[in-house]
C-alpha cells in the first residue's frame, strides 16, 4: 500500500551507509526535496547511484557539499569540482561507468538478471578487474546488476495508488530506477485520484512504488 506522506517523514528511515539512487540529469528531473529533507537529516557515508553528480549547491551536489558521501556510481562528475578533489584524495570512492552501461546495470536489477554483456569499455581502464566473454568472436564485458537500498525519483503526476507519469525529459533515469530498489520514494508534482490518470500514460505502475512525496520547495519546471 503506497504511502502518502512529507519528504521528512519519507527519508525517516534511512540510516548510515545506505545505498541510494538518485534520478535526474544533470538536475532535470531530479527529485529536490527528497535530496534536501536528507541533507537536513545529516545522515553520512552514503553510497549514491546517479547519473552525475550534479552541481555545488544544487541538487545532488548538496549532499557532496556537506559530506555525507562516501561512494558514488556515476557517468559524470565534471559538474562538481569537489568530486574531482575527492577522487584524488580518496576522500569519496567515485567509480566512473559509462553512461549505457549504468543504465544497463540498474536496468538488469529491475528486471532480476545478474548483469549485462557489453562491448563498451574493451581494451580500455573499464574493463580492469572485469570478466571477459567472448561470444562469436566478439569480446564483452561482464558488468554486473546494480541495486539499492533506496531510490528517490521524480515524476509529473501521481494517483492515490502510486502510478506514475513522468514529463518529457525530466523521465530519465527515474524509471528503470523505480524497479531497482527496496524501497521506491517518488517525489510528484500533482497528486491525482485513481482513475484519473489514462492506464497508456502511465510509466512506472504503482506495484514499484512505497511512498509518494508532494513536492513543496519551488525550483522550476524540470524536463
Do not use: W
Amino acid at each position: 500500500m503506497v504511502k502518502i506522506c512529507t519528504a521528512k517523514e519519507a527519508v525517516e528511515s534511512i540510516s548510515e551507509g545506505m545505498s541510494i539512487m538518485i534520478g535526474g540529469f544533470l538536475n532535470v528531473g531530479a527529485p529536490e526535496n527528497l535530496i534536501q529533507a536528507l541533507v537536513e537529516k545529516g545522515v553520512k557515508n552514503l553510497t549514491i547511484i546517479s547519473n552525475d553528480t550534479g552541481f555545488a549547491g544544487k541538487g545532488i551536489g548538496k549532499l557532496q557539499d556537506h559530506k555525507q558521501v562516501a561512494k558514488v556510481y556515476t557517468s559524470y562528475v565534471g559538474g562538481h569540482p569537489a568530486y574531482g578533489q575527492c577522487m584524488d584524495s580518496g576522500e569519496v570512492e567515485v567509480v566512473l561507468v559509462p553512461q549505457g552501461t549504468l543504465a544497463e546495470q540498474i536496468r538488469a536489477a529491475g528486471a532480476g538478471l545478474g548483469g549485462v554483456l557489453t562491448p563498451t569499455g574493451v581494451g580500455t581502464i573499464a574493463a580492469q578487474g572485469k570478466q571477459e566473454v567472448v561470444i562469436h568472436d566478439k569480446t564483452y564485458l561482464m558488468e554486473l546488476a546494480l541495486s539499492a537500498d533506496v531510490a528517490f525519483i521524480k515524476a509529473h503526476q501521481a494517483d492515490t495508488s502510486g502510478n506514475l507519469v513522468y514529463r518529457r525529459c525530466a523521465r530519465n533515469f527515474n524509471p528503470i530506477m523505480a524497479t531497482a530498489a527496496k524501497i521506491v520514494i517518488a517525489e510528484v508534482e500533482e497528486i491525482v485520484p485513481v482513475g484519473a490518470i489514462d492506464p497508456d500514460q502511465v510509466i512506472t505502475p504503482g506495484i514499484f512504488v512505497d511512498f509518494i512525496v508532494k513536492g513543496d520547495i519551488e525550483y522550476g519546471r524540470n524536463g
